[in-house]
């Protein structure tokens, strides 16, 4: 894609952009596998702000109830940090998984800016390198809030710390789609993240949040489609 035609679409994406607002969101949880795809589950989000810039944000995945039989997966996510000057900042991070009724991962990161540091259950401890570390629920606000307000970028790059350590995450523009969210056709912008292995689209409709994220491992592909937003 030429520049010309590039900058055209992001100044049509960018025109009125809000910062990020507190909201809670319902998505499908598809799986495409050799047999087909199918509905599995769903997974819940809602991010809360504060008056001193805090936010938290947090999520709740789970298979339906009629392939708990076959896979329960639960997973639960919650991160708090903070939101100065447009850029967004961890400072603990909790995910706890449970696959077939059995905890597989129970995680705390907490970030310690002021001593340069974040520290795994206590234990792992990695030197922080950037004054802005995130998680891997937080980069999804980052990469909201970075569109809301610098639009014109074409990539976004952010430190994501994680059980393996603290790495390098890039999102890069992939060209537009038209989506159906929440029974409404609209336009949307397409970023990939060759590190987490995702590709998610956005639209300024919707402040810039994921509304599809696509994820393939180990053979399956996993989809994530908004199906409720609540501003509150």
Same mark, same amino acid.
């Given at each position: 894609?030429?520049?010309?035609?590039?900058?055209?679409?992001?100044? !049509?994406?960018?025109?009125?952009?809000?910062?990020?607002?507190?909201?809670? =969101?319902?998505? =499908?949880?598809?799986?495409?596998?050799?047999?087909?795809?199918?509905?599995?589950?769903?997974?819940?989000?809602?991010?809360?702000? &504060?008056?001193?810039?805090?936010?938290?944000?947090?999520?709740?995945?789970?298979?339906?109830?009629?392939?708990?039989?076959?896979? %329960?997966?639960? &997973?639960?996510?919650?991160?708090?940090?903070? !939101?100065?000057?447009?850029?967004?900042?961890?400072?603990?991070?909790?995910?706890?998984?449970?696959?077939?009724?059995?905890?597989?991962?129970?995680?705390?990161?907490?970030?310690?800016?002021?001593?340069?540091? =974040?520290?795994?259950?206590?234990?792992?401890?990695? %030197?922080?390198?950037?004054?802005?570390?995130?998680?891997?629920?937080?980069?999804?606000?980052?990469?909201?809030?970075?569109?809301?307000?610098?639009?014109?970028?074409?990539?976004?790059?952010?430190?994501?710390?994680?059980?393996?350590?603290?790495?390098?995450?890039?999102?890069?523009?992939?060209?537009?789609?038209? !989506?159906?969210?929440?029974?409404?056709?609209?336009?949307?912008?397409?970023?990939?993240?060759?590190?987490?292995?995702?590709?998610?689209?956005?639209?300024?409709?919707?402040?810039?949040?994921?509304?599809?994220?696509? &994820?393939?491992?180990?053979?399956?592909?996993?989809?994530?489609?908004?199906?409720?937003?609540?501003?509150?």
């Amino acid at each position: 894609m030429n520049k010309i035609f590039l900058l055209f679409v992001f100044f !049509i994406f960018s025109s009125n952009s809000l910062a990020l607002k507190p909201y809670e =969101a319902t998505y =499908a949880l598809n799986v495409t596998s050799d047999i087909g795809s199918l509905k599995v589950g769903s997974a819940d989000f809602k991010l809360e702000l &504060r008056d001193n810039n805090e936010f938290t944000f947090s999520s709740q995945s789970y298979t339906d109830s009629i392939w708990k039989k076959l896979y %329960n997966y639960n &997973r639960y996510e919650k991160s708090i940090g903070l !939101i100065i000057d447009n850029t967004v900042n961890g400072m603990l991070y909790d995910v706890v998984e449970i696959e077939k009724d059995k905890v597989t991962k129970n995680n705390k990161i907490l970030i310690n800016h002021s001593e340069g540091y =974040a520290i795994l259950n206590n234990e792992n401890k990695w %030197n922080t390198t950037s004054d802005y570390i995130l998680d891997e629920l937080s980069v999804y606000l980052a990469l909201s809030e970075d569109l809301n307000t610098n639009i014109n970028q074409g990539e976004f790059s952010y430190q994501v710390v994680d059980e393996k350590g603290i790495q390098l995450v890039t999102f890069v523009y992939a060209g537009t789609e038209t !989506i159906t969210i929440e029974n409404v056709s609209l336009e949307s912008l397409k970023f990939l993240s060759p590190e987490l292995k995702i590709m998610i689209n956005v639209s300024k409709q919707y402040d810039f949040i994921p509304l599809i994220i696509n &994820r393939n491992t180990s053979g399956n592909k996993f989809k994530l489609v908004l199906t409720k937003y609540i501003s509150l």
